[in-house]
């Protein structure tokens, strides 16, 4: 079974920090092994810029050859069901780590907020439970940096064992199921006052 992944390495960080790149990650993770024609045909780039990215990727071990083919038709896979990111990172003093992780924070939330804007654009040609199934909410809550961190590992723990077997293993998937991208953020809307 594959697991998250903790990427704190400056040079990961940046390598991740790349739209190409970052596409590429996503439509290997939803649609399963792709060569960089296919890969390149559901991105719109070229085979030969896909066939690059996907070589960097492998280079810092975001994916590897998943066997069979040659050249630009053998498949690619993720090494990983997703990654977290230090943000920032967990070193201060390292300037180098925190402009990789801001950019690729930054390039991921532009990211998600395009597929959400799509999604709000194009829902009515959804079916009516689906939209109704999707959730828009927004909640507030006093939370101390504890509860926070706690918060956060159980709302991981809690999709991750739920439906982590789904994207290793199609045949897992129940008829009728689409991918769905759930993002949640957590923040203070005020600077704390005292504490870490």
């Known amino acids: ?13 940046r390598a991740l920090a790349h739209p190409v790149r970052l596409a590429l990650l996503e439509v290997l993770t939803v649609h399963g092994p792709q060569t960089a024609t296919e ?6 780039e070229s085979a030969t810029t896909c066939s690059f990215h996907l070589r960097q990727l492998a280079k810092y071990r975001f994916v590897e050859e998943a066997g069979g083919g040659q050249g630009r038709s053998r ?6 069901i997703g990654m977290r990111f230090a943000n920032p990172p967990d070193d201060p003093d390292d300037p180098e780590a925190e402009d990789a992780s801001h950019a690729l924070v930054q390039l ?15 829902q009515g040609d959804h079916p009516p439970r689906w939209r109704r199934a999707a959730p828009s909410g927004n909640y507030l809550f006093w939370l101390t ?6 918060l956060s590992a159980d709302l991981e723990a809690l999709l991750l064992d739920r439906f982590t077997d789904r994207l290793t293993d199609p045949s897992k ?12 953020y957590g923040y203070p809307v005020e600077r704390p006052e005292g504490g870490d």
């Open 1 to 13: 079974m594959l697991d998250l992944r903790d990427v704190d390495d400056p040079r990961a960080l």
């Open 39 to 44: 890969a390149g045909g559901r991105i719109g």
């Open 75 to 80: 498949p690619w896979r993720m090494t990983t």
């Open 108 to 122: 991921r939330h532009d990211r998600q907020l395009g597929r959400l804007r799509a999604w709000h654009e194009t």
């Open 145 to 150: 940096v504890e509860e926070l961190e706690q």
């Open 173 to 184: 998937r129940p008829p009728g199921a689409a991918p769905v991208e759930l993002v949640v």
